[in-house]
């Protein structure tokens, strides 16, 4: 029996040795590298990066404790970079009256409520927000979310050092939920940010953020990248989240993921939650990706991105037959929009496009966003099959169309009419699986508790007309409702599926 026992022992003793050993060998290979030390240089349009500095590129990792003591210093290094996020914002309440329910037809014979002073009939409220967000730079630049800062009057953030500084707005990107934010201080220290495109499935990865509530600011989590390139989501039109089942939470948004050598490689985004607790997926907008946002609103005030111009759709097993590829693979063109690089550069419908620069292209989403990400005036090259060869296309990328209001006055008008429109373009209109010569105009997103949302409008409608003027342009729809207030009647025809309705609803 003792000599029993003692085999016992000696085998778990021998498993413990073996994987301290399989742990020596797996990470002794592995450089941790940490942000330089921050720079004094401020320009007014110039972010001055950290960048960094592998300190630790030569110290092995032999026991259990050194594995441990490494994830300390990674939490360590990436922590002081990491803010909470505050916001408020000033709205509107109002009362609802009698006359709220009868509708405007009794608008001629009653002092409605929507015609009096609006403040006889609503309060000012003040709505407060929190999120996280993380230095980039020592000049006091943050990346967060788009929609922790949306609409925010005032925005103020706490340091690591537990110093509440006020912060500016320099920039937003809602296509892609990323913002930049600025506030003047010093003493600030920088995350180095990463190559997101080198991360593979299975790495370690850091969360850092504010999970419900400034009492657990910069509660760190770690866990593994569990896929990359996520489309399709929901949450922004430009997707291409890295998915993680480090722990993240509301409040989380805006914060840094980031990895084994302690640099950003994400911003933490939104979770996939049937409880809207964390369930183990949470999404992350790639570094790469938010380095090309925040230079861009940096230097510009806005983002730039490459138009091709044509209405695309992914290729099955099916339509791969009957264009007689050999696999599924690559996306279908459909429309050429007229005037566009594409119909310059040669691309006809039933083209399938496999690669671009060389690159192979899986599906829809890796198009579009290969070709948004590519600066106008940049000339591509695109490999095609055609007729059951392939051949080879350059395409000089055109700048994407761009809504022409400013966002702030987007935003009120939004606001105003309970619903989000756009000018119809190519990506719409495969989005809404729609005809580009549909309309003008498109719904891209309604109020839930809105007026509008009630009476029926939804995203992908079409507008055809606005208070019975027939819609020829964005603009023209712009001047129509830009001249409304609330309480007014708005009337609008819908194109949906090919039928014509009308809606009619108070502002």
Do not use: C
């Not at 190559?195 to 770690?222: C, F, H, M, Y």
């Not at 964390?278 to 005030?301: C, E, Y």
């Not at 050429?336 to 690669?355: C, H, Q, R, Y």
């Amino acid at each position: 029996m003792q000599n029993k026992m003692k085999k016992n022992k000696l085998s778990y003793l021998f498993l413990i040795l073996a994987g301290v050993a399989v742990g020596g060998l797996v990470f002794s290979n592995l450089e941790f590298t940490f942000p330089a030390k921050e720079s004094k240089v401020a320009v007014t349009n110039h972010i001055n990066l950290a960048a960094a500095a592998n300190t630790f590129e030569d110290k092995p990792i032999r026991t259990l404790k050194d594995f441990n003591d490494a994830f300390v210093q990674i939490a360590e290094s990436a922590t002081p970079s990491v803010v909470t996020i505050f916001t408020e914002k000033t709205v509107n309440r109002r009362f609802m009256s009698p006359f709220d329910f009868f509708g405007s037809p009794f608008d001629d014979f009653f002092e409605s409520p929507r015609r009096r002073d609006e403040s006889s009939n609503s309060r000012k409220e003040v709505l407060h927000g929190l999120g996280s967000g993380v230095i980039v730079s020592s000049d006091g630049y943050i990346l967060t979310n788009n929609h922790v800062v949306d609409k925010a009057d005032t925005i103020y953030i706490r340091t690591h050092d537990n110093r509440k500084l006020q912060a500016k707005v320099i920039g937003t990107d809602p296509k892609t939920d990323i913002a930049v934010i600025k506030t003047e201080a010093k003493n600030l220290k920088p995350i180095a940010i990463g190559n997101s495109d080198a991360l593979r499935v299975g790495e370690w990865v850091i969360a850092i953020g504010s999970p419900l509530g400034e009492k657990l600011a910069r509660t760190v989590t770690q866990g593994i990248v569990s896929a990359k390139g996520r489309a399709n989501v929901g949450l922004a039109d430009y997707e291409d989240f890295i998915q993680t089942d480090a722990a993240i939470n509301p409040g989380n948004s805006g914060g840094p993921l980031v990895n084994i050598n302690g640099e950003l490689v994400g911003i933490n985004t939104a979770i996939a939650s049937r409880t809207g607790g964390f369930q183990g997926i949470g999404f992350a907008v790639p570094s790469n990706m938010a380095r090309q946002i925040m230079q861009s609103l940096i230097k510009t005030g806005k983002v730039t991105r490459g138009w091709l111009g044509v209405t695309i759709q992914d290729v099955d097993e099916n339509i791969a037959k009957g264009l007689k590829l050999k696999k599924a693979e690559g996306v279908l063109v459909g429309t050429v929009v007229e005037d566009s690089p594409a119909k310059a550069g040669g691309l006809k419908t039933g083209d399938v496009i496999l690669e671009m620069n060389g690159k192979k292209i899986r599906d829809t989403v890796e198009l579009r966003n290969s070709v948004a990400r590519t600066s106008p005036g940049t000339t591509v090259k695109l490999t095609i099959w055609r007729d059951g060869a392939i051949r080879k296309l350059s395409v000089k990328l055109d700048e994407i169309p761009d809504q022409p209001v400013a966002a702030e006055q987007q935003q009120e008008m939004d606001d105003l009419l309970g619903f989000s429109a756009a000018p119809m373009s190519p990506d719409l209109a495969s989005r809404y699986r729609l005809q580009t010569d549909a309309g003008k105009v498109v719904v891209t997103d309604v109020e839930p508790a809105g007026n509008a949302y009630r009476a029926g409008l939804r995203s992908g409608d079409v507008i055809k007309a606005a208070n019975r003027k027939n819609i020829t342009s964005y603009k023209q729809f712009l001047s129509i409702v830009g001249k409304m207030k609330q309480g007014d009647l708005l009337f609008l025809l819908i194109n949906r599926g090919g039928s014509n309705v009308y809606f009619a609803f108070n502002l």
